[in-house]
């Protein structure tokens, strides 16, 4: 019978952080949460599948605001091992991606140099920008005075002091946001969850499964290739899927000893891809070794990404 996918341990309180943010200040779990919720994202820089996805990223959080639901994306890798996800390489690709949150200054600090990087990124693509000089209730007139002074000289399309934790002036926000919505009609039809291919959800269902036993040795190294999905007599679906991995060792890794890790996680994604397809599975699953596969553009290509 098949099973539908634990999705989280509901009812689990979520961790306090304090974190530092490309537009120089900091962020919590309170200040990034919207009204109706909070999404939290770990990427980085590198990670070919995150590169593969950025402007759904974007899309998807556009949409999940206008729900009243937060997002906040955290890079937690150490940037001495992936000079990519340095500080100025986030800075850089948030203004490259068009992140379409709203660009928020602290009042209570002064503008700085990633301030200025990013304004001037934006400057340089014409986008629609509105600036949001946030703790006012923290901060004296002057203060936000100056802050809205310096940051005037951007010529970006409005300017919007508020106090977020009191709710002040959100209203102004609001509109000045929506203003720049365009109306268009409804892209997918009610019901409709993912416009992603099965190819693509099969694949990550398969992947999610053995990074959930091998997530500390296998972070980035792992790629699923989902070659075909054929139904055959008897309504059975096969559903050909590489494993790809970079070196021998992790091969290994993932086939574990005697098989046991291959049928074990072979075994729970087959039950949830049955639940996806509504239809008795044959999964057939390869290990492949592709050397350094993440730094050979071509092989990303192929590997749908």
């Given amino acids: 019978m098949a099973a539908q996918s634990r999705v989280c341990e509901f009812g689990w309180k979520a961790v306090e952080f304090d974190l530092p943010g490309v537009d120089g200040r900091r962020h919590t779990l309170a200040s990034a949460r919207g009204a109706n919720g909070l999404l939290v994202m770990f990427i980085c820089n590198h990670c070919p599948y995150v590169k593969a996805i950025r ?32 500080f100025e390489n986030m800075r850089r690709v948030a203004a490259e991606a068009g992140f379409t949150f709203p660009y928020v200054l602290d009042a209570t600090q002064a503008i700085g140099p990633g301030d200025r990087l990013i304004a001037g990124r934006l400057q340089g693509a014409r986008a629609l920008a509105v600036v949001v000089v946030n703790k006012v209730d923290a901060a004296s007139r002057a203060a936000v005075g100056e802050q ?29 946001l929506v203003a720049l919505l365009p109306e268009g009609p409804a892209y997918f039809p009610p019901g409709m969850v993912t416009d992603q291919p099965e190819e693509l959800l099969v694949g990550e269902l398969i992947r999610e499964k053995f990074l959930a036993r091998l997530r500390e040795e296998l972070p980035h190294s792992l790629a699923v290739l989902v070659e075909g999905i054929e139904e055959q007599a008897g309504g059975v679906v096969r559903v050909e899927a590489r494993l790809v991995v970079e070196r021998e060792s992790q091969k290994g890794m993932i086939i574990g000893k005697g098989g046991a890790l291959l049928r074990e996680a072979g075994t729970e994604a087959r039950t949830e891809i049955e639940a ?15 050397k350094d596969w993440q730094r050979r553009p071509g092989l990303i290509k192929r590997l749908g990404m």
């Fill in 55 to 86: 402007a759904r990223i974007v899309r998807d959080c556009r949409e999940l605001a206008g729900h009243g639901i937060g997002s906040i994306a955290i890079m937690s890798n150490d940037p001495s091992e992936y000079p990519e996800d340095s």
């Fill in 148 to 176: 809205l002074a310096e940051a005037g000289e951007w010529d970006f399309h409005a300017y919007v002091p508020l106090s977020a934790l009191q709710g002040e002036n959100l209203a102004p926000l609001v509109g000045e």
């Fill in 276 to 290: 996806l397809l509504g239809a008795r599975v044959f999964l057939d699953l390869r290990v492949r070794v592709e």
